[in-house]
């Protein structure tokens, strides 16, 4: 049976480059890939709307918006697409945090024919593996206000449908602005600020079609604001109860005035340490005050990146963004290992513990520290 | 450096629980050894890629760490990083108890080679 053609898509602000890419990787691959090439973002974006790419080869130093943002993008609106950054500038730096934002690959550009032979071989090898839709999702941080910040930069046309318990709602995007927004009986912003009130809920992304009416004229940039502020002020709109065509639970919402207050998450099995501490520490612990661990910081957030329960949590975004990468990593690295389905992966350190659970319906990250007995009186004991 | 590490690594013995292990250097090669007929070194090598990913993912997030632990339904991988950079990973069964001890020589063995390269 014939391979499917893959479609690799290249972005690099260097034409020649694209040129040079597109002749060679063509040369090497010949009918299985098909090649596409764009010199910038924008572009990118383009062709990802209009082609199912299965690989997208970026490099990280680009005008506009750089490859590490842009992978951030691409994590939020194409978490299937298999990315791989191809950079001149491999710092160690550069590489965990590419790694950290979704990147399958880092690899560094070659200077010779048997280096780009290389990297056709490995790009090659990785287009082989298909994401599997619905593992346990690779989690996804896509929130509603994110796309529409995407549909709008990109300067889309799309209609985003949105579904929370019984309120079905719809905001129509015509070449980058806002122009329509309805929901049951509400109209125009009123009815967007509604929609972007909501905790819980899906959308989907459609083609453009013509709204009924025109019932919003301000920029995008003052709608989303605006609409920021009204959450903020009014706290955030628990979706109307009723049947969800969600195949996910929706996730409860949390309070504003709650956000902040210690919550009981499922425990955890007992996690006993595999190596055991020496008896020359054994001795010393119970020479010295009694130490035990204290919980630090605490998130759950679900399979969308919604936060869900948080506490003294220091660095939201990045704790959501590192269960992201341990959900794909954790799959990545179970292939061809009869490990079975992923369960948890814990740090230990000299005085802190980290454990990071991914379950079918939420994510968890618990860092906790050691605190001697008397310094720890109502700490939460995990 | 390289080479004592893999010399050292040829010649460790398996020891209870254990199914396979794998060294990832920080030139991004690797070796593997497996005493499970469901563990190819090829894929213990792309585990130990994702280790060594993880450790770099874990430091840029200012997680402080010596150690991790994968645990899996059907096995657990335990991993360290030494100072240069190099990962060792272990993947045990879940069926039946480790031998701690051993798994305890292994890591501390594995330490200890940086600290002898470091003089």
Redesign the interface.
């Known amino acids: 049976m014939a391979q499917k053609r893959k479609r690799i898509l290249f972005v690099d602000d260097e034409v020649g480059l694209l040129d040079f890419l597109q002749q060679l990787m063509g040369h090497f691959a010949g009918p299985a890939w098909e090649i596409f090439t764009a010199p910038d973002v924008s572009k990118a974006l383009g062709i990802l709307q209009e082609q199912k790419v299965d690989l997208l080869v970026l490099d990280i130093h680009m005008p506009v918006v750089d490859g590490l943002q842009f992978l951030g993008l691409l994590q939020r609106k194409f978490p299937n697409v298999l990315k791989v950054v191809l950079t001149g500038d491999a710092t ?2 550069h ?3 590419c ?2 934002n979704g990147a399958e690959l880092f690899l560094e550009k070659p200077r010779d024919e048997g280096g780009w032979r290389s990297i056709f071989a490995t790009l090659h090898e990785l287009t082989r593996f298909q994401p599997e839709e619905g593992f346990r999702g690779v989690l996804r941080r896509v929130g509603l206000q994110d796309v529409l910040q995407m549909e709008c930069l990109a300067r889309n046309s799309s209609v985003l449908k949105i579904h929370a318990g019984s309120a079905h709602g719809t905001v129509f995007v015509k070449e980058g602005q806002i122009i329509h927004a309805q929901c049951g009986n509400r109209i125009g912003e009123d009815a967007f600020n509604y929609l972007m009130g909501l905790t819980g809920g899906e959308f989907d992304v459609q083609p453009f079609t013509a709204p009924p009416a025109q019932s919003i004229s301000g920029s995008w940039e003052f709608l989303l604001m605006e609409a920021a502020r009204k959450r903020d002020e009014q706290g955030t709109i628990p979706p109307p109860q009723g049947h969800s065509d969600s195949g996910f639970p929706t996730p409860t919402p949390v309070p504003a005035g709650e956000r902040h207050t210690p919550v009981i998450v499922p425990v955890i099995e007992a ?1 006993t340490p ?3 501490v020496s008896s020359e520490d054994e001795a010393g612990a119970s020479r010295g005050p009694s130490v035990r661990p204290q919980v630090e910081e605490l998130l759950v957030c679900s399979l969308q990146g919604e936060v869900l329960h948080e506490w003294q949590c220091t ?1 939201t975004n ?2 959501v963004g ?1 269960l992201e ?2 959900s794909q ?2 799959r ?21 513990r ?1 454990v990071a659970q991914i379950q079918p319906d939420r994510a968890l990250f618990v ?1 906790t520290g050691r605190v001697t007995a008397e310094s720890s009186e109502g700490a939460i004991q995990p | 450096m390289k080479e004592l590490i893999n010399q050292w690594f040829e010649q460790s013995d398996p020891f209870e629980g254990i199914l396979a292990c794998g060294v990832r250097y920080p030139d991004q090669t690797a070796v593997a050894k497996t005493w499970s007929d ?3 070194e ?3 090598e ?2 130990m890629r ?2 060594a ?2 450790f ?6 200012r ?16 991993c360290e990083r030494r100072p240069d950079g190099t990962c060792l990973g272990v ?2 069964t879940r069926e039946a108890e ?1 031998d ?1 001890t051993g ?2 020589r292994f ?1 501390t063995e594995f330490q200890a080679l940086a600290k002898t390269a470091a003089l």
């Open positions: 160690e730096h590489r965990a945090t790694l950290s996690a595999l190596i055991e660095n990045g704790r590192f990468f341990l990593k954790a990545q690295l179970a292939q061809g290992l009869p490990l079975g389905e992923f369960d948890r992966l814990e740090v230990n350190g000299e005085n802190a980290v860092r | 469901g563990f190819s090829v894929a213990v792309n585990a994702c280790v990913d993880c770099q993912v874990l430091q840029l997030n997680i402080p760490l010596t150690r991790t632990r994968w645990v899996y339904q059907g096995a657990l991988l335990q993947f045990l480790p701690l798994l305890n890591f």
